[in-house]
């Protein structure tokens, strides 16, 4: 991968003359290839990662094993474009192994959360089967550590 999105991944608001410094580039030349990577496609975006229980927000986040029959002309694209399309869903993701969607919702409850899968995620044509967990606590979201605290240099000793 170029360094240049790396650098971007790890910290998208970095001055442009400080990613220039860093892979002996002019800033215009960072410019420029930004730019072309936001136009082409292959930047889609930029977040902001958030600690919710600094902010007070009481979303539930749920993490959602999905199986399903695949289609015969589009596998498993077709029904995976179509959960993605849902409101509620933050990620959707095509798994190996003993399921084949891996889909992060948020809701206001756990109740807003079960409506969805009830009456919207499982009723899915070719869908065959949901297992449904709830975070109850983010340590690292996206590589960034959201617990700031400086743990001991090492763990104590009991006798």
């Known amino acids: 991968m170029d ?3 790396t ?3 790890h910290d998208a608001l970095a001055a442009r003359a400080d990613l220039a410094a860093q892979l002996d580039l002019s800033p ?3 410019a420029r290839r930004i730019a072309a990577y936001e136009a082409d496609g292959t930047i889609l ?3 902001t990662i958030i600690d919710s229980e ?3 927000d009481q979303f539930v986040t749920a993490v959602i094993e999905v199986k399903i029959t695949p289609e015969r002309e589009g ?7 179509r959960i993605s399309q849902f409101s509620q869903v933050t990620s959707c993701y095509l798994m190996s192994g003993g399921y084949d969607l891996l889909v992060f919702i948020e809701g206001k409850s756990l109740r807003e ?9 499982s009723t ?16 690292k979201e996206n590589g960034v550590q959201l617990s700031r605290a400086d743990a001991p240099a090492r763990l104590a000793v009991s006798p």
């Open 124 to 139: 899915l044509d070719r869908v065959i089967s949901t297992a449904t967990r709830f975070r109850l606590k983010a340590y």
């Open 45 to 47: 975006g930029y977040q």
């Open 7 to 9: 650098l971007l991944q």
């Open 75 to 81: 596998g498993f694209d077709r029904l995976a474009e």
């Open 54 to 56: 600094k902010v007070g």
């Open 113 to 121: 959360v079960a409506t969805f899968v009830s009456e919207k995620l």
């Open 28 to 30: 215009e030349e960072v």
């Open 3 to 5: 360094p240049l999105l």
